[in-house]
T-cell receptor, first 112, second 116 residues
Framework: EPEVTQTPSHQVTQMGQEVILRCVPI?????FYWYRQILGQKVEFLVS????????KSEIFDDQFSVERPDGSNFTLKIRSTKLEDSAMYFC??????????FGSGTRLTVV | AQTVTQSQPEMSVQEAETVTLSCTYD???????LFWYKQPPSRQMILVIR??????QNATENRFSVNFQKAAKSFSLKISDSQLGDTAMYFC?????????????FGQGTRLTINP
């Protein structure tokens, strides 16, 4: 069964450093998303990406965050200057429309 | 704004029992989709079942079924013959379809433990 692949599985970074989280979507999917889950809390929407542009973003997705799909395959989330409160599980998800998404296995980001 | 509420933070049942997880949502839209996702200890998000709001028939997937009450804005998940592998967090989620990407709005989750 097709999978969404996320790398790395765990990233530890110093506060203030830039991190890039990577996702390889399922090949025929057109919609791409990033969600985050702070430990023990609910899953929160960050951003959606369609037709090579952001279609919607949440209040969490401020100027420190950016997304791109530079080579038509990888879909990346960049956090420019990490804060302690950015520590969370970050999920990439991809989909074809209204059928629900396929989530990746997540990247655990720890900011120290 | 759409909201999803799961009023049971934790539930625990014996193996082979039937368990029902509750979910209510709030929206003024008439066309939408509802989902249940399972998150085992590995923290992967796994789609369990999906329901279109325009369908009156309740969705079923093997041991998993839903009770969709559109007027009451209720979407409960029933797990029959529960198994140890069903132990996980379960999230109810809501989506409004429109052209372009559609975000999921999640509830707070219910931690389900199946005891041997």
């Amino acid at each position: 069964e097709p999978e969404v692949t996320q790398t790395p599985s765990h990233q530890v970074t110093q506060m203030g450093q830039e991190v890039i989280l990577r996702c390889v979507p399922i090949s025929n999917h057109l919609y791409f998303y990033w969600y985050r889950q702070i430990l023990g809390q609910k899953v929160e929407f960050l951003v959606s990406f369609y037709n090579n542009e952001i279609s919607e973003k949440s209040e969490i997705f401020d100027d420190q965050f950016s997304v791109e799909r530079p080579d038509g395959s990888n879909f990346t989330l960049k956090i420019r200057s990490t804060k302690l409160e950015d520590s969370a599980m970050y999920f990439c998800a991809t989909g074809q429309g209204n059928y629900g998404y396929t989530f990746g296995s997540g990247t655990r980001l720890t900011v120290v | 704004a759409q909201t999803v509420t799961q009023s049971q933070p934790e539930m625990s049942v014996q193996e082979a029992e039937t368990v029902t997880l509750s979910c209510t949502y709030d929206t003024s839209e008439s066309n939408y989709y509802l989902f249940w996702y399972k998150q085992p200890p590995s923290r992967q998000m796994i789609l369990v079942i999906r329901q279109e709001a325009y369908k009156q028939q309740n969705a079923t997937e093997n041991r998993f079924s839903v009770n969709f009450q559109k007027a009451a804005k209720s979407f409960s998940l029933k797990i029959s013959d529960s198994q140890l592998g069903d132990t996980a967090m379960y999230f109810c989620a809501f989506m409004i379809p429109f052209q372009g990407a559609q975000k999921l709005v999640f509830g707070q989750g219910t931690r389900l433990t199946i005891n041997p």
